[in-house]
């Protein structure tokens, strides 16, 4: 096997005293398999490496034999004493995702052929000895590309670049000898990324290019700590922005307002036929009032507000949903509501239901705050969260400027829409599901905890009758698309694992517009985890791997296809919440889980988590 060879010399030429790669030998027994060598990973079949990781080794000589391996995915090199030939090109690994060569006697060129890793996500080749110029248009062309490392060389010349970085969101040339003007697409990083390159100018440093070419090496290597001189264009071009984003705004609030103003006009129009609205005195004796026509019903913890406060406010458009269309509406006050429009309510008796829905109280839940209803109108008030959903933090604005959800943040997530969906499921009697929860259901508060809306609105309202795919369905539903017998607890649970896998993935529900990415994850080995699954915008160490590799294996157990082998919501709270305070859970736990499961057919039955035993296992 030409890779298993490759591997040979390059141990051969890194390790010539056999100190570190001991494991590497090429002696026939099973257990020297290659795949089976310290820092290697190979393919499902065995027959090719994926990964190679080898960090901190001590490793010395040239890699080049390295560039055999052309299936690699992943190669991490860092702090050894490599080196590379001066003709070295990237060109084989055009498989390669995660390029780690920092902190080695890396010199010479930067290597060619590096336009053909299209697959690239993250290069580092900082801390090394390059020379020469920094090829920055082939690198800003990779259309996955997300981290660019080069600080620490010797690289020359200057940062020309064009067009528009859709991925990039980190870049660092800092302690290099660059020169002129930082590119206009690059300004957007920090100070930090350029610093220490004492011929390079221009914002976000504070030297100023001042118009003349700065290959002379004349200005000073500390940067002047006295603000860029102002440059009548740019602010002209700054202001018109400014102005363009306001009028924008403006006009989709006004949109939105005049949307909502059309849909309260039934009721508005009621209100006005001279019959004067008792609300408020209705209101002062237990927060209840019924009219003529409708009525408004507050719940404890609501801003005291009557459908004329509604009426008067403005309102922005947020979205159209299954059962209605959602509006941020701002009161004169200052205070700002949610306000869902219902489309369409099934003939069961709503108010005593809507009652006990707001009666529910939970830190990880979108309370409902109180209700409008009459005749033909249906109107539900909410908080407004003004740190927006999940799924706008997820996938929202990808592009550049865009501060990356750490590994902590997404981990609470996860745990608070676990929580939220298992006081849920065991509020009122066990008899409460959500059948709508997505990551643009769970929404976030300013403590950062994920609060699940909509809550069970799925048991009184209509949501349109083509049950598509959207990924988050359970498959029992989309069979059964007529069919809603089907809809359980455990189809929440389903839609819970979905989420955590675009936690997991930062990939969307319906993966590239038509793969499931509970589907997809699925048949993705476990091997290829790492490199496929993991969001490449997650920082990764031993840690944090692990604990993303537990996450995934909860995630799995949710998306199993037959329900009793789903765990209860409560369970994956605390299996998640292992995984916060203990860095892993249990691997017998998760047997466990799934043995109780599928010994029952309630779906309301709940595992002993103290049953359990106590003994940890890492994945
Ligand atoms: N309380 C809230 N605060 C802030 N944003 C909210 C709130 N409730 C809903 N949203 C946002 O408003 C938008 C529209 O919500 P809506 O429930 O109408 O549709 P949806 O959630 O996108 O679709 P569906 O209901 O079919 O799942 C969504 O982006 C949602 O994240």
């Known amino acids: ?77 860092k702090y050894n004493n490599l080196s590379i030939p001066k003709d070295f090109s990237f060109s084989p690994w055009r498989n390669m995702k ?14 060619s052929g590096i336009s053909e890793l299209h697959r690239l996500h993250r290069i580092d080749l900082s801390y090394n000895q390059f020379t020469g110029e920094i090829p920055l248009p082939e690198l800003i062309q990779l259309p996955n590309l997300l981290t660019i490392r080069l600080e620490m060389n010797s690289f020359t010349g200057s940062l020309s670049a064009i067009g528009s970085i859709s991925s990039l969101i980190e870049f660092n040339v800092s302690r290099n000898d660059l020169e002129g003007e930082i590119p206009e697409v690059l300004r957007y990083f920090q100070d930090s990324s350029f610093e220490g390159n004492k011929n390079l100018c221009g914002e976000p440093l504070l030297n100023d290019c001042g118009g003349e070419s700065q290959s002379g090496g004349q200005i000073d290597p500390i940067p002047v700590l006295v603000p860029p001189k102002p440059k009548k264009a740019k602010k002209l071009s700054k202001k018109a922005l400014i102005l363009i984003t306001i009028s924008y705004v403006g006009l989709i609030i006004l ?20 019959k004067q609205s008792n609300e408020k005195k209705k209101k002062s004796s237990g927060f209840e009032g019924k009219e003529e026509e409708g009525m408004m019903v507050l719940f404890n913890g609501c801003l005291d507000l009557s459908v004329d406060d509604l009426l008067k406010s403005s309102a922005e458009l947020l979205g159209k949903g299954s059962f209605g269309t959602t509006y941020k509406v701002m009161m004169n006050n200052g205070y700002s509501v949610v306000v869902k429009r219902i489309r369409e309510r099934k003939k069961t008796e709503i108010d005593g239901f809507l009652k006990e829905i707001g009666g529910l109280r939970h830190k990880n839940l979108s309370s409902l705050r109180g209700y409008y209803s009459s005749k033909g109108e249906l109107l539900l008030i909410y908080d407004y969260f003004s740190n927006g959903s999940l ?33 849920l499921h065991l509020a009122n ?80 529900a319906v993966y590239e517009g038509e793969t499931s990415l509970a589907k997809w994850v699925q048949c993705v080995g476990k091997e290829e985890w790492e490199s496929e699954v993991f969001d490449f915008e997650l920082s990764r160490d031993k840690v944090t791997v692990g604990e993303m590799v537990c996450l995934l294996q909860i995630a799995l157990l949710c998306v199993a296809q037959i329900p009793n082998d789903r765990p209860n919501a409560s369970v994956v709270h605390k299996m998640i919440e292992d995984i916060k305070t203990k860095g892993r859970i249990s691997a017998t736990f998760i047997h466990k889980a799934n043995a109780n499961n599928h010994s029952t057919d309630s779906s309301h039955s709940e595992l002993s988590y103290g049953a359990l035993p106590t003994q940890h296992t890492s994945f």
């Open 255 to 274: 949109m939105g307002f005049l949307g909502f103003l059309l849909c309260m006009k039934k009721f508005s129009k009621k209100q006005s036929n001279g």
């Open 391 to 423: 799924y706008s933090l997820l996938h929202g604005n990808r592009g550049p400027g865009r501060t990356p959800l750490d590994w902590g943040t997404r981990l609470k997530f996860a745990s608070g829409v676990a929580e939220g969906l298992a006081f």
């Open 1 to 77: 096997n030409p890779d298993f060879e490759a591997l040979l010399q390059f141990k051969k030429s890194s390790d010539p005293f056999n100190k570190t790669l001991i494991s590497w030998s090429n002696s026939s027994s099973s257990s020297s398999s290659p795949c089976s060598w310290i820092g290697v990973t190979c393919n499902n079949e065995r027959t090719r490496i994926t990964q190679l990781v080898l960090e901190n080794q001590n490793l010395t000589g040239s890699i080049e034999v390295l560039s055999q391996l052309t299936e690699l995915r992943q190669l991490s090199l």
């Open 98 to 111: 995660l390029l780690y060569l920092s902190h080695n006697q890396f010199s010479g060129k930067f290597p």
């Open 429 to 508: 009697d066990c008899k409460l599901s959500h059948g709508n929860l997505t990551s643009a259901n769970v929404v976030i508060d300013r403590e950062n905890n994920a609060c699940i809306a909509d809550t069970a609105l799925c048991h009184i309202f209509v949501a349109p009758a083509n049950v598509a795919n959207n990924g988050y369905k359970a498959p029992e539903l989309i069979y059964n698309a007529h069919n809603y017998r089907k809809l359980s607890q455990k189809c929440d649970v389903y839609s819970l694992g979905v989420i955590l896998l675009e936690i997991l993935s930062g990939k969307m």
